[in-house]
Every structure is written in C-alpha cells, then in structure tokens.
T-cell receptor, first 111, second 114 residues
Framework: QKEVEQNSGPLSVPEGAIASLNCTYS??????FFWYRQYSGKSPELIMS????GDKEDGRFTAQLNKASQYVSLLIRDSQPSDSATYLC???????????FGAGTRLFVKA | EAGVVQSPRYKIIEKKQPVAFWCNPI?????LYWYRQNLGQGPELLIR????????DSQLPKDRFSAERLKGVDSTLKIQPAELGDSAVYLC????????????FGAGTRLSVL
C-alpha cells in the first residue's frame, strides 16, 4: 500500500461543475495535509492546507479532512478551464517533518 | 519577495557525465528540500536540510548523488556519473521550518540523460 494514494484520473468535468479530488493516507499520526496544483511543465504551487478535521474553504476551493478515515479531499466549485492541471495531495507526519506526495490526479475542465 | 530560485532550467548530458543543480531558497527559510519528479508521478524526496544539516537523506542514492548546503542558505545537488534513469525534473523547495512545513517550490531543472 502506498503511503499517499490518489486516483490517477484523468478526471474530466464540464465547466461550472464541481470537481472532487480524493486522497487517502496510511500513517495515522499524520498531522498536516496539503493540496498542490501543478500545471504541465511547471512546479507545484500550494492551494490549500488543512490541519484539523472538517472543512476549510478558500474561494472556490474546499478541503475536507477526516482523520478517522484517513481521508482528505479537495472540492473545486464552478470549475474553470484554467483549473485543468494535476492536483497533488501531500501529507506530513508532524514530528519527523516528513512530507509524502501522492502521484497526483489530472483534472480536465471542458469549456 | 523572491521565490525559490533554481538553475539551470534545462540540462542535457550524456550518460556517465557529471551534472550539478543549484538552489537558492526563500530568504529566512531554514528547511530546504531536494525532490525528484518523474513523469506522471509526485515529487519524491531526495534530501532535506535543516539549516546546514542534512536530516533526511535516506532516499538519496549516495553512490552517485551528493548534496551540500553551505552556510545554511544555497544548496547544490550533484550527480556523478549520471545514468539514463536519472532523467527527471529535480525540484528544490523551502519552508520556514520550526514546525511550519508549507513548502514553496522552485521552477525545477529538467534533466535529460542521453
């Protein structure tokens, strides 16, 4: 079992729809969770960070964390073609400051 | 404020040749990371520095890879000799450290080994 797993996709949604990206992790002591967006040929850029159970909203983005289920998700509302990218889930184990990245989910938003 | 700066952006070398990558982190960031990213995969940590100390180099292929972070600021990652399988994007990232672990990435160096 990989430490951080994501659906590889691609995930295709029409413009204006909600895109839902999912991530599971294996280390129960994980404390910090991040979503990065990576455009083709570019480096990852941080979209959201979340540290406690529940939802965290920032504009069109909502991160959801459920530590009991070891599950973190990213919702993108009103998806735009410019949201088309690979979304990387990253999990940090806190004490060791070790961050593990998932393989990413490719999202395509069709105009 | 300047972000993480990496150079070169692209490098093409023949196998068995040496290559070096340079990274300048965000000012004030104590933690520096080197990652390797293969096509279709997430970044994989090679080495992490806290100031000038390498605190996690468990994934660094030490027979051919070396890294240094002199004075706890700039860092250099070297491969000698390069192999075909080393072709990848090498990313440098930095974070504030001291428990703050949001990472900011440089543009990366795309290495092609022929």
């Amino acid at each position: 079992q990989k430490e951080v797993e994501q659906n590889s996709g691609p995930l295709s949604v029409p413009e204006g729809a909600i895109a839902s990206l999912n991530c599971t992790y294996s280390d129960r002591v994980s404390q910090s969770f991040f979503w990065y967006r990576q455009y083709s040929g570019k480096s990852p850029e941080l979209i959201m960070s979340i540290y406690s159970n529940g939802d965290k909203e920032d504009g069109r983005f909502t991160a959801q964390l459920n530590k009991a289920s070891q599950y973190v998700s990213l919702l993108i509302r009103d998806s735009q073609p410019s949201d088309s990218a690979t979304y990387l889930c990253a999990v940090n184990n806190g004490g060791g400051f070790k961050t593990i990245f998932g393989a990413g989910t490719r999202l395509f938003v069709k105009a | 404020e300047a972000g993480v700066v990496q150079s070169p952006r692209y490098k093409i070398i023949e196998k068995k040749q040496p290559v070096a990558f340079w990274c300048n982190p965000i000012s004030g960031h104590n933690t520096l990371y080197w990652y390797r990213q293969n096509l279709g995969q997430g970044p994989e940590l090679l080495i992490r520095y806290e100031n000038e100390e390498a605190v996690d180099d468990s994934q660094l292929p030490k027979d051919r890879f070396s890294a240094e972070r002199l004075k706890g600021v700039d860092s250099t990652l070297k491969i000698q000799p390069a192999e075909l399988g080393d072709s990848a994007v090498y990313l440098c990232a930095s974070s504030l450290g001291r428990g703050e672990n949001i990472q900011y990435f440089g543009a990366g160096t795309r290495l092609s080994v022929l």
